[in-house]
């Protein structure tokens, strides 16, 4: 069997599912080791190797998967609960550390809800711990990890962090990472989501096995998975089952609370294109409600239409693709002033400013693109505008003009 990525997709989206659904003799697929290769690159890419793994596991394969196959999707679901128990560790030691100094921070991602939304720590795989601080708590948060083993980059890290983004970064010798919020974006940001906010509405959420943590409310979380998605612009399926799990765990949800916060925050558009993926794609019991008063201008919705978004995130083409991913940031965000200014950036060559430290631990400046370079990237901006404009016509004569959204609503 040639090395079928449809058919991986396939395979992996009906396993992230609440209730697995593969149809019956698809799985015999997984019995080609290509496929099973593919599978796995895909599931890894999207951060649903654990997830889809433990679906596996509570389905009856027996009849279906040989026992070569078994063994071979059972040995990384094996060593995914291996590093998820040390990383599940490492989170409780940090938390008790701070805890004798009166500090319970709001654990963010995919540290909290490991072991809250999902039934195996092993579904929800994660590559640091980000804690949310009191603003008068950051330093201080800082220093006591310091003491208990971390390290910071350098001082001008320390320093570029504090200037121009929203947490510390600081590592531990034996490779675990701990990020320390004082908010949720960087300064720069067109959204506005109010750390204050979410300690105010924080809740202790009951873990698996017993024990609490302190997480955002069901309202602040899914409205940080819209955040992360469009400052990322989609890059894995594996938020989705974030929110699925959310959305299905808190079934009294005040909906109406969390448009209303996503208006002020400037997050309408994320969020509504956020749950209608995930009730297309995993079956999400979205409110029709919410959906509605979220619904972005005509003019947007009908823009990231074109762009189809979901199949798009399933291919990865959003991060895959600068002009693609470009074209996504700039129809989400909130009002026309944010995309004015996200042209002008574009025309002006302004750079990141921490582009030196996500590159290396050398600061050093940043030369600005030379005016061709500006040039071209609008170039293909606008370029793949008018292609999507070109093709609109024949996609819409079979969707309708309602395009994705549409379609969505139809199949969700």
């Given at each position: ?9 396939q395979l ?15 799985l ?20 649903v ?5 433990a ?11 040989s ?16 590093r ?12 008790a550390v ?12 995919g ?6 939304y ?6 929800r ?7 949310l ?13 310091l003491?208990s ?36 974006q ?6 506005r ?7 105010r ?10 024990g ?5 409310s ?21 938020r989705l089952?974030?929110?699925d ?12 609370s ?13 969020l ?16 029709n ?24 995130l ?15 940031r ?12 996200m ?21 050093r ?10 040039l ?14 070109l ?14 959204d ?7």
């Amino acid at each position: 069997m040639r090395r079928d990525p449809t058919l991986a997709l396939q395979l992996m989206v009906r396993l992230c599912r609440f209730e697995p659904s593969p149809l019956r003799g698809s799985l015999a697929a997984l019995n080609d080791l290509r496929l099973r290769e593919t599978y796995a690159e895909l599931a890894m890419r999207h951060g649903v190797l654990g997830v889809t793994l433990a679906a596996l596991e509570r389905i009856d394969v027996e009849d279906e998967l040989s026992s070569e196959a078994l063994e071979d999707l059972s040995e990384p679901l094996r060593l995914l609960r291996r590093r998820a128990s040390l990383w599940v560790l490492e989170r409780d030691r940090v938390l008790a550390v701070l805890e004798r100094y009166d500090i319970q921070p709001v654990v963010l991602k995919g540290a909290g809800l490991c072991t809250t939304y999902y039934q195996d720590a092993a579904e929800r795989q994660f590559g640091d711990i980000d804690l949310l601080f009191q603003p008068t708590e950051v330093e201080t948060a800082t220093a006591v990890l310091l003491e208990s083993g971390y390290r910071a980059k350098s001082e001008e890290a320390t320093k570029g962090y504090r200037d121009h983004h929203f947490h510390y970064r600081l590592i531990h010798p034996q490779g675990f990472v701990v990020e320390n919020h004082w908010a949720l974006q960087r300064p720069d940001s067109p959204y506005r989501l109010d750390p204050i906010h979410f300690h105010r509405t924080a809740q202790r959420v009951s873990e698996i096995g017993g024990g609490t943590l302190r997480l955002p409310s069901p309202e602040m979380l899914l409205l940080h998975v819209a955040s992360q998605n469009a400052d990322d612009v989609f890059p894995r399926i594996a938020r989705l089952i974030d929110v699925d799990r959310v959305v299905r765990e808190r079934s009294q949800l005040e909906w109406d609370s969390l448009v209303e916060t996503a208006i002020r925050s400037g997050l309408q558009s994320p969020l509504w294109l956020t749950l209608l993926s995930a009730r297309r794609l995993v079956g999400s019991p979205v409110s029709n409600a919410a959906l509605a008063e979220l619904r972005p201008s005509r003019t947007a919705e009908f823009h990231i239409a074109l762009l189809d978004p979901v199949r798009s995130l399933l291919k990865r083409r959003f991060v895959t693709s600068w002009a693609t991913g470009s074209l996504l940031r700039y129809w989400l965000r909130p009002d026309r002033r944010s995309r004015r200014k996200m042209i002008l950036d574009i025309c002006r060559g302004a750079t990141d400013p921490l582009a030196w430290l996500w590159h290396g631990d050398q600061k050093r400046e940043v030369p600005r693109p030379s005016l061709l370079v500006r040039l071209r990237a609008l170039g293909k901006m606008l370029g793949l505008q008018a292609l999507l404009y070109l093709v609109a016509p024949v996609r819409f004569l079979v969707a309708g003009v309602r395009g994705v959204d549409r379609d969505l609503d139809r199949k969700g």
